[in-house]
């Protein structure tokens, strides 16, 4: 079984002065995908905070970490740079799907600089900090994620191998 770690990235939720609705939407997601969520993070937008979560985790082995906010224009958007000051290998793949998918949802799509990579074994995706929009996104990915966890893990030979890839 795969392991799903969530970081919500939020100063008013951190700050227990608005509840986190975005990081339930993701254990939810996760427990229809078969995953065992690992840990949950609420933490304030602060470019350190996140990238030594995000390095904790993967140190710590989750398969999978999912972030939700910081993902904009704002002055204390920094996720997406704090993502990419960890992630060892890029895989723009997934930040590519979602902002193409969501275009056909919202023209704010273009404001997006959601990133994803890979550090050690982890898989990292950066998320939306919205709930609707964090479920629409999972849909759009979902499909990939498991054969990236099972190829990160060492669990196939190859592509040809991958129940999702006709033989």
Excluded at 19 to 36: F, H, N, T
Excluded at 65 to 73: A, D, M, V, W
Excluded at 109 to 118: E, Y
Excluded at 124 to 136: H, Q
Aim: with cysteine.
């Amino acid at each position: 079984m795969y392991t799903l770690g969530i970081v919500t990235i939020s100063d008013r939720s951190s700050a227990g002065k608005r509840d986190d609705a975005s990081g339930p939407e993701i254990e939810s997601w996760g427990g229809r995908m078969g995953l065992r969520v690992a840990k949950k993070s609420i933490i304030p937008d602060d470019f350190e905070t996140i990238k030594n979560t995000l390095i904790q985790f993967s140190n710590e082995g989750i398969s999978l970490i999912l972030t939700t906010g910081g993902t904009g224009f704002a002055v204390r958007d920094v996720t997406p740079e704090a993502t990419a000051a960890v992630i060892e290998r890029p895989s723009p793949g997934f930040a590519e799907a979602m902002r193409a998918k969501s275009l056909e949802v919202t023209h704010n799509a273009m404001l997006s600089r959601a990133v994803s990579g890979i550090r050690g074994a982890s898989l990292i995706i950066n998320l939306p900090g919205s709930p609707k929009a964090v479920r629409e996104n999972l849909q759009f990915i979902e499909k990939a994620i498991p054969h990236a966890l099972e190829l990160l893990k060492g669990s196939l030979d190859g592509c040809e191998n991958s129940v999702n890839m006709p033989r």
